[in-house]
């Protein structure tokens, strides 16, 4: 399993028991490094004192506060760390909210949340009681510098944890809006169609970075000395009528139209001498 990223205890009523936090996940993508045009060689970078107009070793910077233009107050890291709230050792549960009501724009990291030395069975406690009644957990916690509202929930096989931005760390975009008069009821029905024709169960595996497949790929084929071959770019098409590009959906995703919702979509036109045939959900 990953390294701990944060151990303390975890607050339940007047239950504490000891739990510890693993990265759950992490982006991947492929690195580069920046090199000399001119000869291949890797470049390094200089940290520069602009006031004495010479490069430092990495010893002798500090943290400083720019409360003023150009003026600023030092912090020590140990200054810091005597800053941190209770919450650094202790996650405290403030309450629990339904699953449904949680706003996913809300989500920042995810965690695995476990059981350290005899934690074991409040931890299953917590985590049964959490799935029979479908409520997830808010709470406090502080790491890497700051202090989080978190959720944590049941998941598969133990308990998930996300941190959350706050209120005031979520944009609100006033001008966000959708204006409903601009479609049509049989326009809504047909693009109800046609997610049901692609409507399927979700499974994260069958999903896969094909830019970083392509990228892979082009650096495999300079290593080698192999032809490079780029993939083909895709065009967006224009939607002139709406409801020819829906109907046109639904024929390639293969799945006739409900008859329920009104609507008719034509069937290929046969041979000589045959009739047209209105579609049926099979």
Excluded at 41 to 51: P, T
């Amino acid at each position: 399993m990953a390294s701990t990223v944060w151990k303390g205890h975890l607050t339940f009523g007047l239950v504490s028991f000891p739990v510890k936090l693993y990265t759950a996940a992490r982006a991947e993508g492929i690195s580069f490094n920046q090199l000399h045009k001119t000869d291949n060689s890797r470049i390094k970078q200089v940290i520069f004192c602009q006031a004495e107009d010479q490069p430092i070793p990495r010893s002798e910077i500090v943290k400083g506060y720019e409360y003023e233009k150009d003026r600023y107050v030092v912090v020590e890291d140990e200054e810091i760390k005597r800053m941190a709230p209770s919450t650094a050792k202790v996650m405290e549960i403030l309450e629990f909210v339904k699953s449904a009501e949680v706003d996913p724009l809300y989500f920042e990291s995810s965690f695995y949340m476990a059981p350290d030395t005899a934690g074991e069975k409040p931890y299953a406690l917590l985590f049964d009681t959490l799935k029979k009644t479908g409520y997830v957990g808010v709470a406090k916690i502080a790491m890497h510098n700051r202090e989080h509202i978190v959720i944590f929930r049941p998941g598969d096989h133990g308990i998930l944890m996300h941190t959350m931005y706050f209120t005031h760390e979520v944009r609100k975009v006033e001008e966000f809006r959708t204006d409903l008069s601009l479609v049509r009821e049989q326009e809504v029905k047909l693009a109800q169609m046609l997610v049901e024709s692609l409507a399927a169960s979700f499974e994260p595996a069958k999903y896969k970075d094909t830019y970083r497949d392509n990228l892979q790929a082009l650096i495999d084929a300079k290593i080698n000395g192999q032809e490079v071959v780029t993939p083909p770019a895709a065009e967006p098409t224009k939607v002139v009528d709406i409801m020819e590009a829906l109907k046109k959906s639904l024929a390639i995703a293969k799945k006739p139209m409900a008859s329920e919702a009104g609507l008719e979509v034509e069937a290929p036109k046969q041979k000589a001498g045959g009739k047209k045939q209105k579609t049926a959900r099979g």
